[in-house]
């Protein structure tokens, strides 16, 4: 069966310091990965999606870049963190022509201070 | 411009009675909409979806309900349970375009 991972649970950061969130998959190859972030009160926000290796959309501009070095690995970072980087961040795959049925992670809350 | 709404921020019921969670969208591109159910500090879990050639979907407790005219569709738990307490996101998608548009969610909350 398939599991998705994410660390770290938690983060605090200081403003203007740099990030790193990773996700990896099991179970499946060549999945569509997805990072989402959920703001205190709102819905959940896509930020950048990747349908194969080296391939990033982004949804969003922002201060946050993304990447999927390996098939089943999908990397959220940024070079300086603002206050308004602070929620919760979501990793998520689904498969194929079933891209709408995806499949979230444990997420990731950061808050920056 | 919110394409998924879901007006309601929380609701109320008592156990086994009926919630029914209601998601409204606008883009008349969507054809495939589903639900998911959040606990606190947890991702969504997929729960049931619906594609917008059907106008209902049912899966045990749980029955979705499109009205296509309307853009409008709805959930329907029955009988509602204590662990359906939780934050349920309604979501659409257009046809190949590898993404989801999500709602704000609304906290249901089954009162034993």
């Known amino acids: 069966s398939q599991t998705i991972h994410q660390w770290p649970a938690t983060l605090v950061q200081p403003v203007g310091s740099p990030l790193s969130l990773e996700c990896t998959v099991e179970g499946t190859s060549n999945p569509n990965l997805y990072w989402y972030r959920q703001a205190a009160g709102r819905g959940l926000q896509l930020l950048f999606y990747?349908?194969?290796?080296?391939?990033i959309s982004s949804e969003v501009p922002q201060n946050l870049s993304a990447s999927r070095p390996q098939d089943r690995q999908f990397i959220l970072s940024s070079k300086k963190l603002l206050l308004s980087d602070s929620g919760f961040y979501l990793c998520?795959?689904?498969?194929?022509?079933?891209?709408?049925?995806?499949?979230f992670g444990p997420g990731t809350r950061l808050t920056v201070t | 411009d919110q394409q998924v709404k879901q007006n309601s921020p929380s609701l109320s019921v008592q156990e086994g009675r009926i919630s029914i969670l209601n998601c409204d969208y606008t883009?008349?591109?969507?054809?495939?909409f589903l639900w998911y159910k959040k606990y606190p500090a947890e991702g969504p879990t997929f729960l049931i979806s619906i594609s917008s050639i059907k106008d209902k979907n049912e899966d045990g407790r749980f029955t979705v309900f499109l009205n296509k005219s309307a853009k409008h569709l709805s959930l329907h738990i029955v009988p509602s349970q204590p662990g359906d307490s939780a934050v349920y996101f309604c979501?659409?998608?257009?046809?190949?375009?590898?993404?989801?548009?999500f709602g704000k969610g609304t906290l249901l909350t089954v009162n034993p």
């Open positions: 883009n008349s591109m969507f054809d495939y």
């Open positions: 998520a795959w689904s498969l194929g022509d079933y891209f709408y049925e995806q499949y």
């Open positions: 990747s349908v194969g290796i080296g391939q």
């Open positions: 979501a659409a998608s257009g046809r190949s375009n590898y993404k989801l548009t």
